[in-house]
């Protein structure tokens, strides 16, 4: 136990740099991205800070695009406005790709939350537009 201020630097010094280590590897990770089914039930969860995450992260995955968009439309009805917002933001990143969900993007448009109803619409515009 540290019993003076030196003692207490020295301790810092020690073990500042494994902590910090730590703490940038706990933000960052350890290089593993999630899978799609992870993030799909990432997007699912109860926690809104997680399905925003989530859906974001889907947005890269066009290349899984038959496997993501239905989750995507699906937290276009989301409680959170955030994960609304992001889910129609992350469509529009597929561009044509989600033309299947442009049905849901129009109605999305409609939003309770302008912020979802701006996204949804310049979603539209890029799924329309490819």
Known sequence: MATTISDVVNCLRTF???????????????????????????A?????????????ALGKRDS??????????????????????DAARALGEHGAA?????????AATRDRNAHVRQAATEAVQKVRTG
């Open 98 to 106: 989600a033309r299947s969900a442009e049905s849901a993007l129009l």
């Open 64 to 85: 899984e695009a038959d496997k993501v968009e239905p989750v995507l439309v699906e937290r276009l009805r989301d409680e959170d406005a955030f994960v609304r917002r």
């Open 44 to 56: 699912r969860s109860n926690e809104s800070a997680e399905r925003v995450k989530a859906v974001r």
């Open 16 to 42: 500042m740099p494994a902590l910090a280590a730590c703490s940038v590897l706990g933000v960052v990770g350890c290089g593993r991205s999630a899978t799609t089914d992870e993030l799909i039930a990432q």
